[in-house]
């Protein structure tokens, strides 16, 4: 299965691992799924640790390394993914989540998240 991860659980994989549920990391363990990283959430981080969240105290570029050598595949925003945001319904406002659901429709690839929101659209959105 291709699996894209939210921005929170990027982070609570490669830092904190207990924070996750069981189903998230069976899911991000199983061999036999790929894992993306999106740009989107890397854009994120890095804002939001600008801005002084707690948070998203991680050096994105740090993160962004490990990810790759452990395996994830990257997923640049290109416009189809843009352009697909305006036929998403207004359940949520945040703009770095709409990329992610924009992405995996378009991509075809199951976003996992954490966050109940997010799991409403009518999407490849799986609630962990």
Same mark, same amino acid.
């Given at each position: 299965?291709?699996?894209?991860? #939210? $921005?929170? *659980?990027?982070?609570? %994989? ?5 924070? *996750? ?6 899911? =991000? ?9 999106? %740009? ?6 890095? =804002?939001?640790? &600008?801005?002084? @969240? ?30 697909? =945001? #305006? ?13 992610? =659901? ?5 991509? &075809?690839? $199951?976003?996992?998240? $954490?966050?109940? $929101?997010? %799991? @409403? ?5 799986? %609630?962990?």
């Amino acid at each position: 299965m291709r699996l894209l991860l #939210d $921005t929170h *659980l990027l982070l609570w %994989a490669a830092g904190r691992p207990d924070r *996750l549920s069981k189903a998230a990391r069976e899911l =991000i363990e199983a061999d036999d799924n790929q894992l993306f990283v999106s %740009a989107a959430s890397l854009w994120e981080i890095v =804002i939001k640790r &600008g801005l002084g @969240r707690e948070d998203f105290q991680v050096d994105a570029r740090l993160l962004r390394r490990g990810l790759l050598d452990n395996g994830y595949t990257e997923l640049p925003i290109g416009t189809q993914h843009v352009v697909a =945001i #305006d036929a998403l319904p207004p359940l949520h406002e945040d703009l770095f989540d709409r990329v992610l =659901i924009a992405q995996a429709v378009v991509e &075809g690839i $199951t976003l996992l998240t $954490t966050n109940e $929101t997010v %799991a @409403r659209y009518p999407a490849p959105v799986r %609630a962990v």
